[in-house]
């Protein structure tokens, strides 16, 4: 619940704000989008199986943005930015895929 | 597969079990509440939350602002392209005003009896052939078009060398001038493509495609050397094409830069050179 109070009001100060991306930045925001979108999902599928917690989802946040962000800039660093980006990316989108069809068995039993 | 396997064996095995875990497997039984930590920690959890949501809009919105901000720049750029191509037209016919200006003056010294003999007959000639002068006269007007399905960057448009075999083929059927939407085509022009437009003359063309040629009459019939080019190119890329004879006036050609001709380094003497 009061990850979606969160989320709402994120949107809306988002909305409201207008907020500008550092030009540095940008390479690492759509990592860092996914990453958060996974714990996102991790936690709403805990709610679904009634064992949310508030410590697990700051802490998946907080791990996934920082690691999948910081396994890019490494990646730049190395001239395998591109290929880092992917292997992040199909990581965690497979997570995404698991924890969506964890929350589609709950609600729909299918 | 989110489940840790316990007796993974592979590598890939364990990898994908240790990636792809659920981060709440340590929580283990379900309970009926959702379980709560101290205040702190559910005030630190809206906080993530939050920006998450946050991180998610600003990509969004400055996504967005990228996309309008791209449209400005193209929309400036096209204002831009209307008006330099506006002030072309504007000094083409400033230019063509002199022109005419300096036929008139040509004329009128060659009309002095001072001057050789033939002379005036032999101006004439030159200028209609090489295109200086504008030309009037029974002749045919031939409109080409893309195809009607064409798409982009296929061969069923109109290409600029679809303008040229055309223009040969009014040559050699004997036309004496001949002008591509208005544009007189003499011994320096050039009918080339520059990005997706036909240019003339450093001119771009817009479809369709209007070919005017004096004399050449017997462009109209299919049987000719046209007639059997453009029935190849609708038959082979769909171009539409369209011959009619008729009476055409062709403007005078646009000589960007004289070869031969300069400018007399005594005006006062009325020489011409």
Known sequence: MIAIIGLLIGVAVGIVWHPVVPIALQPYLPIAIVAALDAVFGGFRALMERRFDDRIFIVSFLSNVVIASFLVFLGDQLGVGAQMSTGVVVVLAMRIFANAAAIRRILFRA | ?273
Do not use: C
């Open chain 2, 1 to 273: 597969m989110t489940e840790a396997a316990p007796h993974a064996s592979g590598l890939l095995e364990s990898f994908m079990s240790a990636a792809l875990a659920d981060d709440y497997a340590d929580v283990a039984p379900p309970v009926e509440s959702a379980r709560r930590g101290p205040v702190f920690v559910s005030a630190l959890a809206l906080v993530a939350a939050a920006a998450i949501g946050l991180l998610i809009t600003s990509v969004l919105i400055s996504n967005l602002g990228a996309n309008e901000q791209r449209e400005r720049t193209r929309g400036a750029l096209a204002d831009r392209v209307t008006t330099a191509t506006a002030t072309v037209a504007e000094r083409q016919s400033l230019v063509n005003a002199k022109q005419a200006h300096v036929s008139d003056l040509e004329r009128q010294v060659l009309a002095d009896g001072d001057v050789t003999p033939g002379i005036r007959e032999q101006a004439d000639a030159l200028a209609a052939t090489s295109g200086t002068l504008p030309l009037t006269g029974a002749g045919v007007e031939i409109t080409v078009d893309d195809a009607p399905d064409a798409t982009a960057n296929s061969l069923n448009q109109v290409l600029d060398r679809d303008l040229q075999d055309i223009a040969n083929a009014l040559w050699r059927e004997g036309a004496t001038g001949i002008a591509i939407n208005g544009h007189r085509l003499i011994s320096t022009t050039a009918i080339r493509s520059a990005g997706e437009a036909i240019v003339v003359n450093y001119e771009p063309l817009a479809r369709p495609y209007r070919v005017e040629a004096v004399g050449a009459g017997a462009a109209v019939q299919s049987s000719s050397g046209v007639g059997r080019l453009l029935a190849h190119l609708g038959s082979d890329y769909g171009l539409v094409a369209e011959t009619k004879a008729r009476d055409v006036a062709l403007p005078a050609g646009e000589l960007h830069q004289p070869r031969f001709a300069m400018p007399s380094p005594a005006p006062a003497s009325g020489g011409v050179s």
